[in-house]
């Protein structure tokens, strides 16, 4: 939202000097809101999911395949979904991907509590959400210029991190205790309804994220959006990093209820904990960059961040006590979240306006499409090797990886 709309009043001297000075802004302020919300439901779906394909199967193969059908589709169709983010209007497109993921939540809890729910259909169910969050994230991520200003993106961007994260420390949490209280049915209902949050908060917003008119066809303006990645000095190497993590790194998260059950023998309530704990690390590091306001030196940051992360991933991989795997995920979410919130301010602060959402659906497409392939590459290496170890050939993968990227001259 520009700083001339009557709706960007700002609250206190605090916001407006810089720290949280995002929430200086009435638009951003609502979303941010309802993001929170809605976020820690779709944390619960996620963490229940998981228990759930665990308990039908017990095979760490179908952990991996179900979160691929659900990453899948942000590989084949995010690119569309930024070029239409580009040429819509932003808030009625987020409305619509809100009350479109209802539907598949509120059939999986049904599924549940009727005991008609099969691993295929969870396939198919988590296939149809990818695809409504294939148009939903470029258009968010396109939209928080909107609700604040170029000035205030990053701080935009570290606090829609910290409601990501945040949610992510207390979804799974509360998804160990609902399943122990009241069945894993519940999780997926609660989620079903957390989605009326965000489109009260979306209809409740001034800043409509208008598009340019765009006379050209669909292709070449996708066309566009990749060739001013590729001309643009040092982008090239955040996105190959971006990607590497979404490969090697990233898609661990499959493999954590097999950690909880098996390997540290925790159950539903330790898989809550160790997700809640990486949540815990990226809600921290979101709020301090967010209270920080900037950060100088980016590429030095998203440079340490990616070898920690990978580092700590390994280390977690040969934990066998639950105090120290604790600490060790509180370490990862850290760092994921030092380096995807720079990078993703980067790209959006060297990006014109009207190429936002296309340049931020790539950014989807290698943050979160590329990871059914590293679900899928990882579910197989575990079903032969075991989980711990899978995760620990994937992670070593990513710091020798990450060690390469950084070594490149085009650093800038």
Request: aromatic share 10%; charged share 10%; hydrophobic share 55%.
């Amino acid at each position: 939202m520009c700083g001339a709309c009557p709706v960007s009043v700002k609250i206190t001297p605090m916001l407006s000097n810089g720290r949280f000075s995002a929430l200086s802004y009435r638009d951003f302020r609502l979303f941010w809101t309802g993001q929170w919300v809605s976020l820690s439901g779709t944390w619960m779906h996620m963490t229940a999911l998981g228990w759930l394909v665990y308990r039908l199967t017990g095979s760490p193969f179908y952990l991996g395949m179900v979160s691929a059908a659900s990453t899948l589709p942000i590989l084949l169709f995010s690119l569309v979904g930024g070029a239409v983010a580009d040429r819509v209007e932003k808030r009625r497109l987020l409305i619509a991907t809100q009350v479109l993921s209802m539907v598949p939540a509120f059939i999986i809890g049904l599924l549940v509590l009727t005991d008609n729910i099969t691993v295929w259909r969870l396939v198919f169910l988590g296939f149809a959400l990818g695809t409504i969050n294939a148009f939903d994230i470029p258009a968010r991520q396109s939209y928080l210029v909107s609700l604040t200003s170029r000035k205030s993106l990053l701080n935009a961007v570290a606090l829609n991190s910290a409601a990501f994260n945040g949610s992510r420390m207390v979804g799974p949490v509360l998804a160990g205790f609902i399943i122990s209280g009241f069945g894993i049915a519940a999780c997926f209902f609660i989620n079903s309804l957390s989605y009326l949050a965000a489109i009260v908060a979306l209809s409740l917003v001034s800043a409509k994220g208008a598009p340019e008119k765009k006379e050209h066809h669909m292709a070449r303006d996708i066309a566009e959006g990749m060739r001013f990645l590729k001309n643009e000095p040092g982008l090239l190497r955040i996105v190959l990093m971006v990607s590497t993590f979404s490969l090697f790194g990233l898609p661990f998260i499959s493999q954590l209820p097999v950690f909880a059950g098996e390997i540290l023998n925790t159950g539903a309530k330790g898989l809550g904990l160790l997700m809640g704990a990486s949540g815990l690390g990226a809600f921290t590091m979101a709020l301090l960059i967010a209270f920080k306001g900037d950060i100088e030196h980016k590429a030095v940051v998203m440079n340490v961040a990616s070898i920690c992360f990978p580092a700590g991933l390994l280390a977690f991989a040969f934990s066998k006590d639950f105090n120290i795997a604790l600490v060790l995920m509180f370490l990862v979410g850290l760092a994921v979240v030092a380096f995807l919130s720079n990078a993703n301010s980067s790209l959006q602060l060297r990006t014109p306006d009207g190429l936002r959402g296309r340049v931020m659906s790539v950014y989807t497409l290698l943050f979160l499409g590329m990871t059914p392939i590293g679900h899928s590459l990882l579910g197989v290496l575990a079903d032969s090797v075991g989980s711990a170890s899978a995760v620990r050939i994937t992670s070593a993968l990513c710091l020798g990886l990450s060690f390469i990227l950084i070594s490149r001259k085009d650093a800038g």
